[in-house]
């Protein structure tokens, strides 16, 4: 049975938000690096896949069949280049992905963070210590309505969970702004 995009929507951002508990549990019970690691990758993907099915729903709204890799390491491109084609093939504009497209672009949004840390994850270098430790850590999710965080340097600290936790923390908070942003646009029309 087939999912439909809004509700596989809802699934990854669940899912994420459970992974999250469950990292702040592990934190809190002192559990081994691995099981952190785990936890933490999990829940990058369940958020970008999030992202992707919220691609895919817009597509749906304007009647548009799409069909996106699973995987694509330039996501930022491949993913909205292949809903702005066929937005095009339709002679529609939408609004969502200009949004998005900005969104994307913008090297201090959250999703070019989310995306970062997708392909650090797929490519093995996403860890506990990567995100703690003299990498850029997401510290505001309210900064502008172009929903940027601002990104600060975080030295000498080693495998803080607390550092990761919080930017995973705020990637889930503004990925869900922006789908329930975008979905009252769409129901607007």
């Given at each position: 049975?087939?999912?439909?995009?809004?509700?596989?929507?809802?699934?990854?951002?669940?899912?994420?938000?459970?992974?999250l508990?469950?990292?702040?549990?592990?934190?809190?019970?002192?559990s081994?690096?691995?099981?952190?690691?785990?936890?933490?990758?999990?829940c990058?993907?369940?958020?970008?896949?999030?992202?992707?099915?919220?691609?895919?729903?817009?597509?749906?709204?304007?009647?548009?069949e799409?069909?996106?890799?699973?995987?694509?390491?330039?996501?930022?491109?491949?993913?909205?280049?292949?809903?702005?084609?066929?937005?095009?093939?339709?002679?529609?504009?939408?609004?969502?992905?200009?949004?998005?497209k900005?969104?994307?672009?913008d090297k201090?949004?959250?999703?070019?963070?989310?995306?970062?840390?997708f392909?650090?994850?797929?490519?093995?270098?996403?860890?506990?210590?990567?995100?703690?430790?003299?990498?850029?850590?997401?510290?505001?999710?309210?900064?502008?309505?172009?929903?940027?965080?601002?990104?600060?340097?975080?030295k000498?600290?080693?495998?803080?969970?607390?550092?990761?936790?919080?930017?995973?923390?705020l990637?889930?908070?503004?990925?869900?702004?922006?789908?329930?942003?975008?979905?009252?646009?769409?129901?607007?029309?």
């Open positions: 049975m087939a999912v439909d995009a809004r509700n596989l929507t809802n699934q990854k951002l669940y899912f994420a938000h459970v992974q508990a469950k990292l702040k549990l592990l934190a809190a019970n002192n081994n690096y691995l099981e952190r690691q785990a936890c933490v990758e999990s990058v993907m369940q958020l970008f896949f999030a992202y992707r099915a919220l691609v895919l729903e817009i597509a749906d709204y304007y009647g548009l799409l069909s996106l890799p699973l995987v694509d390491l330039d996501t930022s491109n491949v993913f909205l280049a292949k809903l702005e084609n066929a937005l095009a093939i339709k002679n529609f504009s939408s609004p969502e992905l200009i949004y998005l900005q969104l994307a672009s201090d949004s959250f999703l070019s963070v989310l995306f970062m840390r392909a650090q994850s797929v490519n093995g270098g996403l860890s506990c210590e990567s995100m703690g430790n003299g990498e850029h850590l997401a510290t505001d999710f309210a900064v502008s309505k172009q929903k940027k965080i601002q990104l600060i340097e975080i000498g600290k080693k495998d803080s969970v607390d550092d990761f936790s919080s930017e995973l923390q990637l889930y908070n503004e990925l869900k702004d922006l789908v329930d942003e975008l979905r009252d646009t769409l129901q607007e029309y």
